[in-house]
């Protein structure tokens, strides 16, 4: 079992930044899961955002490549989102998500956990 409880959201400018986190907190300490960040507008199905495996390698969905950064702190058992240069089009409900399988990208993944989600508003 993982539990997720997602932090940080808020309101910004065009153009501002966010950094959103994630606390983890896994029945089995040691057990891997590929980590990821999922995003829903409003009337808009959700999508992935960004993953990143227990072993640090990353992957983006093509509209946030080079403005968002995942990353994650083993020791603290927490992933981040770092959001830059943020856009209208950015917001929405972001979530934190872990999967237990063999998924290995965002594009692949399909998680067995959610969090509660965290509100983004970008405004021009």
């Known amino acids: 079992q993982v539990q997720l409880m997602e932090s940080g959201g808020g309101s910004v400018q065009v153009g501002g930044s966010l950094t959103l986190s994630c606390a983890v907190s896994?029945?089995?300490?040691?057990?891997?899961?590929?980590m990821g960040w999922y995003r829903q507008a409003p009337g808009k199905e959700r999508e992935g955002v960004a993953a990143i495996n227990f072993d640090g390698r990353v992957s983006y969905e093509d509209s946030v490549k080079g403005r968002f950064t995942i990353s994650q702190d083993n020791a603290k058992n927490s992933v981040s989102l770092q959001m830059n240069s943020l856009k209208p089009e950015d917001t929405g409900m972001y979530y934190c998500?872990?999967?237990?399988?063999?998924?290995?990208?965002?594009?692949?993944?399909?998680?067995?956990?959610w969090g509660q989600g965290t509100q983004v508003t970008v405004s021009s």
């Open positions: 896994k029945s089995k300490p040691y057990s891997n899961y590929l």
């Open positions: 998500a872990a999967d237990s399988g063999w998924a290995s990208t965002i594009a692949t993944m399909d998680p067995d956990y």
